[in-house]
């Protein structure tokens, strides 16, 4: 199997298993409060490898030339949920949140243009927007807020991750247990002194729920930073729409939601766009540069 196709598989597990992260989690976001889920998270995270490799290889865990671009690609891990969670308090329909964060894809191919200097076909950005169509089909759009400005949120939460994506890519020269550690160390440093003011108890099926939530999040992260450190992230980008469709199908399965034919047509469109990116991977080559782009330089922080 070819890198491509590799990373192109590894995205699709990714999506997969973070729509499993969200419908576990969603049991336990109704009584506590999200922050609350998303530190305990990634402490189970950092727990978890402190118990697989802590003991051997300590230092293997924070090895790395650049803490700080790696404590930079961990808070937007805390960016994201935060725009969420304040596009939800604001008012922002959760329909056209959503819309407006399955820009992502198409915000990878440009961010890892800047950042990597990828230049991905004409192909592969068409299939990207052919696949935000197909979101918004499945999705659908719902009202404008009042405050245009408040537009912003669901853009940051789209662009955190799409930019988290190729920063990942950026460090494929670190190990992957150095980079899954500063992402859970970064997001739980920044988010503990909010937790005295937000924290609740919870109860023994809550703490199960969340446990459940860290280790198959720290799974989730795991293989995008495989999917990442296989080729570049461009070629994939297109195949995270997927995620909607896991999650319209899983939702049913478990008895919520219906498929209507616009949401459907949307699946179809999306899947449709997949096969074509998977058959012609061979023929969809992403140039890659050696460095950063010079118009935005982020792999060369100062000081690591």
């Not at 049991?27 to 998303?38: A, I, N, T």
């Not at 003991?55 to 650049?66: D, E, F, G, I, Q």
């Not at 440009?110 to 499945?138: C, K, Q």
């Amino acid at each position: 199997m070819t890198a491509g196709r590799r990373s192109m598989l590894l995205m699709i597990a990714f999506v997969t298993l973070w729509t499993c992260v969200e419908v576990i989690a969603a049991g336990v976001l109704s009584r506590l409060s999200p922050y609350q889920v998303v530190w305990t998270r990634y402490v189970v995270h950092l727990a978890l490898m402190l118990l697989i490799w802590g003991w051997h290889k300590p230092a293997s865990l924070w090895r790395t030339r650049r803490p700080t671009y790696q404590f930079a690609r961990a808070a937007l891990m805390v960016g994201m949920p935060a725009s969420w969670v304040t596009a939800m308090q604001m008012g922002v329909h959760p329909t056209t949140l959503m819309t407006i964060f399955w820009l992502s894809p198409l915000l990878i191919l440009g961010f890892a243009r800047l950042v990597l200097g990828e230049v991905a076909s004409r192909t592969i950005w068409l299939a990207a927007l052919i696949g935000w169509i197909g979101a918004f089909l499945a999705t659908g759009m719902g009202p404008l807020p009042g405050t245009p400005l408040l537009l912003l949120l669901p853009l940051g939460m789209a662009a955190t991750f799409s930019l988290y994506v190729v920063m990942t890519r950026s460090l494929r020269s670190d190990t992957t247990r150095a980079n899954l550690f500063y992402t859970a160390l970064g997001a739980a440093l920044i988010l503990t002194p909010f937790m005295p003011e937000v924290w609740v108890a919870p109860s023994g099926r809550d703490w199960l729920t969340m446990i459940a939530v860290g280790v198959l999040g720290f799974i989730t992260l795991l293989t995008l930073d495989r999917m990442a450190a296989h080729a570049p992230v461009s070629q994939a980008a297109p195949m995270a729409y997927l995620q909607i469709p896991a999650s319209v199908l899983l939702l049913a399965g478990v008895g919520h939601g219906t498929l209507s034919w616009r949401v459907a047509a949307g699946m179809l469109l999306i899947a449709a766009v997949s096969l074509v990116v998977w058959s012609r991977e061979n023929q969809l080559v992403v140039r890659e540069a050696h460095s950063s782009s010079p118009l935005l330089p982020l792999g060369r922080l100062s000081g690591d």
